[in-house]
């Protein structure tokens, strides 16, 4: 395992943070400002320390505001220690404080304070200025951690902060190696002879060199040409390390910086993101329905629109669900974090936590959108993809676009995917659709209604033909989609499936009334009429009813299996057929197989007679013919 640690310093202008730099690793950041003649270099305002126990850690040096914003927000999926650094001759400064908010908004658990200076103030000042910088840590993560005064220019504490750095270090969490890699670009820049080469922190996964690779949102395939770590060729990077990568076969100004560079086919794009904002305590400034603000996730920054769904308005201190719609695209997972920041004038106000990294549009004050939040925010992760699965579940996505949204590895999504079908939370369709129950449970609701309305409204008909179903209910699945998930809806028992026509499992055909008359005179009509009925729309006109209600009887009477349509023209009533299938039987039974002429003088018909019935008969699989001749297919033998 290799526990790779970035250590993110914060602090006003002027504190001395790139002296301190120095001081611990020896490094002078400033001087990384020119690119280097040969190789491939890491970005201005990275470093790196060598810590005791064999650790070396990367040091993100943010010298001024703006830059903090810009160069922090780069690696924050990456940050493990937070390192404050306060001057002692001035203490605790505006900047200080927005840099301590959006360190908390970015989620970081571990940190540290460097009071610089310290030659410049003496004993009894910097006494009352370590008790005044732990008061304003209080309620803070920064609450309790280490104050260590030290000196750049004399060297003074240096050793205590290395040791404290150290000790933070060992008890970071081991980073994920087995997820796909992602690394957010912060900087794009050509080298004569390699190419154009990427820098910014790998924060999840590795990257050896070889691998394909996507570049995000654009969908750009490359390969990985080289790496370097440190200034130090390597054949792959692990996460928490700051990397250049050198990528073949792409210009320069196709990416930028924003953009993810990750393994092949692992995200997707997005223009919106499900998220729960909080706003920062210090800020006097209000978020309301409908504001524009500035996005800043990974090292993309992005205006966005927000969409309140629980409240109306959020002020300094309070959080809520909230949908951000973006003016761009951008590639992002679940649990990553964010920053935003007001329109104009440019301040931090907020940031939070993505909860859905590509959701539908939701209704603001819905109650099912608001317990789904809570849900994506507090449940486990296998609640979590099933109510992924669930939202998405009427779009049919397939299961691996689900993956790509949420930071787990393959091994443990497919395992929570086989638990939530052992117990039926999900439905596997195909090895690529999975459906949620809810959604199966919600066309069944439908499927009821529709089939309640047609059977009031049409008795005599058996129900509605499944694909018309299909197309009402489920527009966007292709047929055998489409067959499997109204099949699923059968097996929750309220609706059935004979012959591809669907009806409520205990339904009928009846027919009452008028009706029942003239479904009782068709019927005799065909009977009566035995091998050598009148063409169909003849029989059915001989009737002298209303067409469409005739048409409704016989189609009953097809549907109830009272009535065989050999084709077009002609039918004949089930028990007319049934004595047809007798005497080929017999006839077949007793000379090895029957020819047409041999049926026609059976039933004492006409060749016209005969022969659509033998067809049929064929069609069936109650015969087959050979040569001129007949034997018996399945369903007779």
Same mark, same amino acid.
């Given at each position: ?21 120095? *001081? ?70 505006? $900047? ?168 092949? #086919? ?48 959020? &002020? ?65 992760? $296998? ?11 009427? $779009? ?5 676009? &689900? ?23 999900? &439905? ?49 699945? #292709?047929?055998?989609? *489409? ?96 004595? *047809? ?5 017999? $006839? ?11 049926? !026609? ?28 001749? !007949? ?7």
């Amino acid at each position: 395992m290799n526990n790779n640690i970035i250590i993110g310093t914060a602090g006003h202008v002027d504190h001395g943070k790139t002296s301190l730099i120095k *001081a611990l690793t020896g490094i002078e950041t400033d001087r990384l400002r020119e690119e280097k003649k040969r190789g491939i270099t890491i970005e201005l305002g990275f470093a790196y320390i060598d810590l005791p126990q064999g650790l070396r850690a990367g040091i993100i040096d943010v010298p001024g505001h703006e830059k903090f914003i810009k160069n922090m927000l780069a690696g924050a999926g990456g940050i493990d220690i937070a390192m404050l650094i306060i001057a002692a001759d001035e203490g605790v400064m505006p $900047q200080t404080e927005e840099h301590l908010e959006i360190l908390s908004l970015l989620d970081i658990k571990k940190g540290v304070i460097a009071l610089t200076k310290t030659d410049m103030v003496d004993e009894e000042w910097l006494e009352m200025m370590k008790e005044e910088i732990a008061e304003k840590m209080n309620g803070t993560f920064m609450e309790g951690v280490k104050i260590i005064p030290v000196s750049s220019y004399t060297g003074d504490g240096i050793p205590e902060l290395q040791e404290e750095l150290a000790k933070l270090a060992n008890e970071c969490e081991p980073k994920n190696e087995t997820i796909p890699f992602r690394i957010p670009v912060d900087r794009v820049f050509s080298v004569d002879g390699f190419g154009t080469v990427i820098t910014g922190t790998l924060i999840e996964g590795v990257v050896k060199e070889g691998d394909t690779v996507t570049i995000y949102p654009d969908k750009i395939e490359t390969k990985v040409r080289g790496i370097q770590v440190h200034s130090q060729p390597v054949k792959q990077a692990y996460p928490g390390q700051r990397v250049a990568v050198n990528l073949a076969g792409v210009h320069k100004s196709e990416l930028e910086r924003g953009d993810i560079i990750a393994a092949q #086919d692992s995200m997707d794009t997005s223009m919106m993101l499900d998220a729960l904002l909080k706003v920062t305590a210090d800020t006097e400034r209000h978020i309301k329905n409908g504001s524009r603000l500035h996005f800043y996730h990974g090292s993309r920054e992005i205006l966005c629109k927000t969409i309140l769904l629980d409240k109306d308005e959020l &002020i300094k201190g309070e959080q809520a669900y909230a949908q951000l719609r973006l003016e761009e695209n951008v590639s992002l997972k679940a649990g990553d974090r964010f920053v935003v920041r007001f329109y104009s004038p440019l301040e931090t106000v907020g940031g939070g936590v993505i909860l859905d990294a590509n959701p539908k549009k939701h209704k603001r004050f819905d109650e099912a959108v608001i317990n789904d939040m809570k849900a994506k925010e507090t449940g486990t992760m $296998q609640n979590k993809i099933a109510l992924s699965i669930k939202e998405h579940s009427k $779009q049919f996505l397939p299961i691996d676009d &689900i993956k790509k949204r949420i930071a787990i590895t393959d091994e443990e999504f497919n395992k929570k995917i086989e638990n939530l079908v052992k117990y039926k939370e999900i &439905i596997k369709l195909t090895p690529k659709i999975y459906l949620h129950k809810d959604y199966i449970a919600e066309l069944n609701g439908k499927c009821l209604m529709m089939l309640k309305e047609h059977h009031k409204n049409f008795p005599l008909q058996a129900g509605i033909r499944r694909d018309e179903i299909a197309s009402k209910l489920i527009r966007n699945a #292709d047929a055998n989609l *489409a067959n499997a998930i109204l099949a699923e809806v059968c097996h929750l028992g309220d609706v059935k499936t004979v012959d591809g026509i669907m009806s409520l499992k205990d339904f009928e055909p009846k027919a009452e009334g008028g009706n029942k008359a003239l479904m009782d005179k068709l019927e005799k009509a065909y009977i009566d009429a035995g091998f050598t009925p009148d063409a169909t729309d003849a029989m059915m006109a001989s009737l002298k009813a209303k067409p469409n209600e005739v048409k409704e009887v016989y189609n009953s009477l097809i549907k109830g299996k009272k009535l065989v349509r050999i084709d077009a023209t002609l039918t004949l009533h089930i028990s007319v057929f049934e004595k *047809a299938l007798g005497m080929i039987n017999e $006839q077949i039974n007793k000379d090895g197989k029957i020819t047409l002429a041999q049926f !026609r003088d059976l039933i004492g018909t006409s060749r016209k007679y005969a022969m659509p019935v033998l067809e049929y008969c064929d069609n069936a699989g109650y015969t087959k013919k050979i040569d001129d001749y !007949r034997v018996k297919g399945p369903k007779l033998g």
